[in-house]
Each structure stands twice: as structure tokens, then as C-alpha cells.
């Protein structure tokens, strides 16, 4: 019996149709960004509690709200804020607004090849490389060797918050490579010489994180703990989990709390993120 509960519980993941309808069982689903942070506090969780049992699986933020909406999730994971048309359809679908939790804070970070000679890039010249406006490495003081772009799909939070922020809502380049999550992104980039992509702080290696100006008159900043804390480095945000609040008791309540509990937060430092602040913990 043990052996069919187990079965049904992987292939329940797999598809998506897992709710908390087992005492004890709570799904996570949403962004990639947020997803070696989940799985970790997943793991360290249930090895203080041995009688939960916690699921969690990727996608992208909006897929994250979409079985939240479905109601085929407990959590959402998001590295971005629900949209208007996100939070209406929970709305709809459950009778209330989900609860927004914050939960880490990030430095999104811009990637390129370790042989790369570049160190440093304003927030326009990002715009214009992921644009496409910049084709060329030597257009911002590179070799003399042609872009790749490497970026997320659209249902990703990192993909919204880029387009958003840096892009100024344009569209990214037609030539740029959809990859499916950070980490494929991450190794894209390690293993080309002219690739450049973007994705959150803890997904560094095998590539290296490049010194972001806000433009050509400021400082160059580091994605650091402290640079992001003091909202120094441009490109920071908040990561995110929503809850159905009709959910939002018991253990899964417990969870969250234990989340944003000194004991959760060492672990947002233990995986690369950077935890919150005290004052919004609360």
C-alpha cells in the first residue's frame, strides 16, 4: 500500500492534480528562480517535521499562479508580483485575493562567459543588448564577436521582471534562445564565449555575474547581499510565495512562518539569495 500511495504521489506531481487533500501533504509550484530555494527549505522542513510531506516542482511564476488558481496548488512561488488579471481569476475562482508573502530578496543577476572580458555594463546597454539594438560584443568595449542571447520563456517571473524593468516593456530580440530555466541559461553561457544571459543571485556558477550602472555617470554595482539590501544594485526584487487564504492554516501556515523564521531565512543564505530584512518578516 505504502508502495501505491508513493506511485500516485509521483505521478500526481508530474501532472499537476496535487492538492492538500492528505493531512500533512503540501505542494509548492511557481518560479524556477525560486526553486533550489524551495526544494531546500522543503528538505531541511520536513527533517525537523517527518510527518509532513512537501512537493516541489517548477515551471515558471505563471504557471505557479495558474494551478493556484486551479486550485492544484497549495503554494505559488513567484519572483515576481501577481498581475491584476492573476489575482482576478483567483477571485474567481476561490472568493478571495491570495496572500502575498514576501519572502527573499534577490539581486537578478546578468550573466556572461568566465573568458569574457567584459566586467561591467549599464542598464541601457543591457537593454540594448537583449533588444538587439547591440550585436556585438566591441559596441561595449568587447571583442569584436557577435551577441548570443540566451533568456526565459514567457511564463517565467525573471522573463516579466527583465522585459519590465530593463527592457523598458520592448520586446527581446527575435534571435534570442528561450531556455527553460536558469540553470539551462547558466550553462548555455558557460559554455559559449559570446553568450549573455540573465537569472537570480544563487544560480552563479559555471558562468560570471557582471557589475551593473545604472548609467554611464554611476558606479558599477556588484549583486551582493548588501548592495541589494540597500536597493544599491539596479536590478533587485522581492521573490514571492501566494497562498489561497482559505489554505493559509495549520501546517501549511506553520510552514510559511517557519519561512520567514531566523531558521528559514539561514537558509535563503545557505542557497545564494539574500534573506529579508527583520522589519518584514513580520
Not at 477571485?91 to 573568458?115: H, W
Not at 521573490?239 to 520567514?260: Q, S
Amino acid at each position: 500500500m505504502k508502495h501505491i500511495i508513493q506511485q500516485f504521489s509521483i505521478v500526481a506531481l508530474a501532472t499537476g492534480m496535487v492538492t492538500s487533500a492528505w493531512a500533512g501533504n503540501i505542494t509548492v509550484k511557481g518560479s524556477d528562480t525560486l526553486l533550489i530555494l524551495a526544494q531546500k527549505w522543503a528538505e531541511v522542513y520536513m527533517g525537523q517535521h517527518p510527518d509532513v510531506k512537501i512537493q516541489v516542482s517548477g515551471g515558471g511564476s505563471g504557471i505557479g499562479f495558474a494551478a493556484l488558481q486551479n486550485q492544484t496548488t497549495d503554494l505559488c512561488d513567484a519572483s515576481r508580483k501577481a498581475k491584476s488579471a492573476e489575482i482576478a481569476n483567483c477571485i474567481k475562482a476561490f472568493g478571495a485575493r491570495p496572500t502575498e508573502y514576501k519572502v527573499a530578496l534577490d539581486g537578478l543577476s546578468v550573466y556572461v562567459n568566465a573568458e569574457n572580458p567584459i566586467k561591467e555594463l549599464t542598464v541601457d546597454q543591457i537593454g540594448g543588448i537583449f533588444t538587439g539594438k547591440i550585436k556585438n560584443w566591441k559596441e561595449v568595449g568587447g571583442p569584436d564577436a557577435p551577441i548570443t542571447i540566451y533568456s526565459r520563456e514567457n511564463s517565467s517571473g525573471s522573463y516579466e521582471f527583465f522585459k519590465e524593468h530593463i527592457l523598458k516593456g520592448q520586446d527581446f530580440a527575435a534571435s534570442a534562445q528561450t531556455m527553460p530555466g536558469t540553470a539551462a541559461i547558466l550553462q548555455a553561457v558557460s559554455k559559449d564565449n559570446n553568450g549573455i544571459g540573465y537569472g537570480g543571485a544563487a544560480y552563479g556558477a559555471g558562468a560570471k555575474h557582471l557589475s551593473v550602472k545604472k548609467d554611464d555617470a554611476s558606479q558599477a554595482i556588484e549583486p551582493t547581499e548588501k548592495n541589494v539590501e540597500n536597493q544599491t544594485y539596479p536590478i533587485w526584487r522581492y521573490l514571492y510565495v501566494y497562498v489561497n487564504p482559505a489554505l493559509n492554516k495549520g501546517e501549511i501556515n506553520a510552514y510559511l512562518d517557519w519561512i520567514r523564521s531566523d531558521d528559514g531565512q539561514k537558509t535563503v543564505e545557505d542557497v545564494g539569495y539574500y534573506p529579508l530584512p527583520k522589519n518584514l518578516r513580520e
